[in-house]
């Protein structure tokens, strides 16, 4: 009788110090899942420029409702000196690859020889879990827009783990639409923002280890269109094409906030534990189309042009370990940083890749190391007059285009690129900076 009570205590001791094993080994698990592993949920909106989000110092235009957006500002930090590309597939194709436009042979998007990512390239995605061991599951859902028409499969074979969206640079209808995935198409009908943010909460809720969305809306690219009613304020705006075609700009506004509100959406569908470990990222590929732009950039270069209507693009971070709330950021940022900084989230590299710097020492500290220098391109879309390069310091910035045509700007002063100082004397400051910027662009 007493060897079986001793029995029984023995077999009782040793159940107690499984269960707290596992529940240890649970705990690290958990621990490894929330404090060095974040989520990350890259937004993108397309052709979104700061004159109608935001409160950019300087413009003071008409602005889109989104409360989801300004959310994520007062809790995270909004860099406003962001530099994307002039068009989508050149930015994208920068983030991807943590390259500049003239290393991937990506500048625009008219020809396939200068829209189209090599299949040579580690993307940020393959980067991640090369690095890990592949502990992030990794999404891209909407815009692809840099692979040629016949390479359906691209995005995977890239080694993204789940594709779904639109292939191209954008759609013909935001209710009939092509949806590609797994190298596959077929037709869809249900309106794009929606269907994007429907794939993104049915995928990360079958995710069981820590997750990399990357969600890239069309919206609010063309066609100009009114967006469901049930997803935006302006119950009168009309359904007629000839009321859309003579007046675009509230119907763009409203793809803006329909958009604002399915992220909301998608946001709310996290568990407090998602939400808790996520690290939201939010960017405009480029700038606001010419015909919707509003000053200061409808006369001084907007999308698709090397001016900052054209490429200064909005950019916030917030979430997981940003510590720095509702702040406003005026460090210079160039597409391929965020590569570098979706590595160092990861605990993929924290070291500078190719062309990016890291912004996550600025996500706890004002005083980071900041670069020195911001650049930006556009080729291949056989156009002289806007083609070229543009390089920016603190406070200078040189745009020099293919037909060889040379502007400079004190942007410290002149923030709107109003005042072409080569077409004066130079003081010697200006000739200074001029100097420099010439000489880092030769460096690159």
Known sequence: MKYKISLLIILAIATM???????????????????????????????????????????????ATTPTLDSLARTGITFTNFWSSPVCAPTRASILTGKYGFRTGVGGVQTPSTAVLQSNETIIQKY????????YATAIIG?????????????????????????TGGVPSYTNWTQTSGGKQQNNTTYTTTHLVNQSVSWIQQQTKPFFLWLAFNAPHTPFHRPPLNLITDQTLSDNQASINSNPFPYYLASIEAMDKEIARLIKSLTAAQKENTVFVFIGDNGTPTQVAQTPYKTIGSKGTLYQGGINSPLLISGKN?????????????????????ADITGASSANYQDGISLKPLFTNANASKRTFAYSEQFGQSSPNSDGYTIRNINYKLIHLENNSEKLYNLSIDPF???????TTLTTEAQQNLDELRKIKASL
């Open 417 to 423: 690129e109003e005042k072409n100082l080569l077409q």
């Open 322 to 342: 940003i510590t720095r709330k509702n702040t406003v950021e005026n460090a210079m940022v160039q597409g391929p940083d965020l590569f570098t900084t979706f």
């Open 128 to 135: 991640i879990n090369d690095k890990t061991v592949n502990k």
């Open 143 to 167: 815009k692809w827009h840099v692979s040629a028409a016949n390479q359906l499969d691209a995005p995977e074979s890239f080694g993204v783990g789940y594709y779904s969206g639109i292939f």
């Open 17 to 63: 110090l499984s269960l707290y094993s596992c529940s240890k080994d649970e705990n690290s698990h958990s621990t490894i899942n929330t404090s060095s592993s974040p989520n990350i949920i890259f937004i993108i909106a397309d052709d979104m420029g700061w004159d109608v989000y935001g409160k950019y110092p300087g413009i003071s235009g008409i602005k």
